[in-house]
């Protein structure tokens, strides 16, 4: 596996990876990552082509989920719910904030 710096300035000159890339920059399994595209955690460009490819911002997912499954030792479909929570709760974070960005100063 590589470094942290190591994969984010490749992720910055790619807009595409593959399933192997996410593999060797995550650390889980091929089976692993298919079970995060099966239950929908994890979204390639194109779910009929092969060899599947993935946003490059897909990195983040995957390391999240790397992580989670080393600190709590999820199952699969687990790993899944919690990577699409946390996607769900950055989606919501991400719309107060435009939100607030709206409101006058003084409700801030």
Same mark, same amino acid.
């Given at each position: 596996? @590589?470094?942290?710096?190591?994969?984010?300035?490749?992720? &910055?000159?790619?807009?595409?990876?593959?399933?192997? %890339? $996410?593999?060797?920059?995550? &650390?889980?399994? !091929?089976?692993? #990552? %298919?079970? +995060? /595209?099966?239950? &929908?955690?994890?979204?390639?460009?194109?779910?009929? !082509?092969?060899? #599947?490819? =993935?946003?490059?911002?897909? $990195?983040?997912?995957?390391? @999240? !989920?790397?992580? #989670?499954?080393?600190?709590?030792? +999820?199952?699969?479909? &687990? #790993?899944? +719910?919690?990577?699409?929570? $946390?996607?769900?709760?950055?989606?919501?974070?991400?719309? +107060?904030?435009? /939100?607030? !960005? %709206? $409101?006058?100063?003084? =409700?801030?």
């Amino acid at each position: 596996m @590589t470094t942290e710096s190591e994969a984010s300035s490749w992720v &910055g000159e790619c807009r595409e990876l593959s399933i192997t %890339q $996410l593999q060797d920059y995550s &650390g889980l399994s !091929a089976h692993e #990552l %298919q079970e +995060l /595209v099966d239950c &929908g955690a994890l979204q390639p460009l194109d779910e009929t !082509a092969a060899p #599947l490819a =993935f946003a490059s911002h897909c $990195l983040l997912t995957v390391r @999240t !989920a790397t992580r #989670l499954r080393h600190s709590f030792e +999820l199952e699969p479909h &687990g #790993l899944a +719910l919690a990577v699409n929570l $946390l996607e769900r709760i950055r989606d919501l974070e991400a719309q +107060l904030e435009q /939100v607030r !960005a %709206q $409101l006058p100063r003084s =409700f801030r």
